[in-house]
């Protein structure tokens, strides 16, 4: 897709918007109309610019989540872990959670959606994240034949998404890391 038109602040201002509906009314009722209107463009930029909804929707979130999980390097795995919850906030938390149930659900009937965030944001994280544990075991804090190595990622998920079910309480920094040390971490074996 050309994106050349666009200057990096307008792009920021257009993808904020797209974060801030997607939080106001969910995928579904999320439209290209509503962005352009929210945005002062056309739909037809928004078109040009990004081809479709579901790559729009993904590079937002992507753009929102502008630092790599691999550029953390404290030295430890409990300090990675401790320095990506330091980098958001629990408003920040809450919302993500939020947004990950409501996309949760609209990937089941938009397949194209889920194609996106895949690419888009998915597996990016995933390699970032791929890198943090592949440096946890170099150092020899978890064993490379830990069975928990390829779940961390399910973990971490099912706290984001579990809490708000279970106990009806947002995620914040205090839960996320008392789950990081009692759950995570020892089962790395850390």
Same mark, same amino acid.
């Given at each position: ?43 037809a930029t928004l078109y040009r610019q990004w081809g479709s909804k579901p790559e ?20 430890? $795995? +409990?300090?990675?872990?401790? *320095? ?5 906030? #629990?408003?920040? /938390?809450? !919302? ?20 996106? $965030? +895949?690419?888009?944001?998915? *597996? ?5 994240? #791929?890198?943090? /544990?592949? !440096? ?15 779940l961390v990622p399910h973990m971490l998920l099912g706290a984001l998404v579990a ?28």
């Amino acid at each position: 897709m050309a994106r050349s038109r666009l200057t990096p602040e307008r792009e920021s201002e257009l993808y904020q918007a797209v974060v801030d509906l997607l939080c106001e009314v969910g995928y579904d009722a999320l439209t290209m109309d509503a962005v352009a209107a929210r945005t002062h463009s056309s739909k037809a930029t928004l078109y040009r610019q990004w081809g479709s909804k579901p790559e729009l929707v993904a590079r937002a979130l992507r753009h929102d989540k502008p630092v790599s999980l691999a550029e953390i390097d404290t030295g430890s $795995l +409990r300090g990675d872990f401790h *320095e990506m919850l330091r980098r958001s906030d #629990d408003c920040r /938390m809450e !919302r993500d959670s939020a947004l990950m149930r409501g996309l949760a659900h609209a990937v089941h009937d938009h397949p194209e959606l889920l194609q996106a $965030l +895949r690419e888009l944001l998915i *597996e990016p994280e995933m390699t970032g994240l #791929d890198e943090i /544990m592949r !440096r946890a075991v170099g150092r020899g804090e978890v064993a490379s034949d830990n069975p928990a190595l390829t779940l961390v990622p399910h973990m971490l998920l099912g706290a984001l998404v579990a809490r708000p079910l279970i106990e009806d309480r947002p995620i914040d920094k205090d839960f996320l890391t008392q789950y990081m040390d009692a759950v995570v971490l020892p089962a790395l074996g850390v």
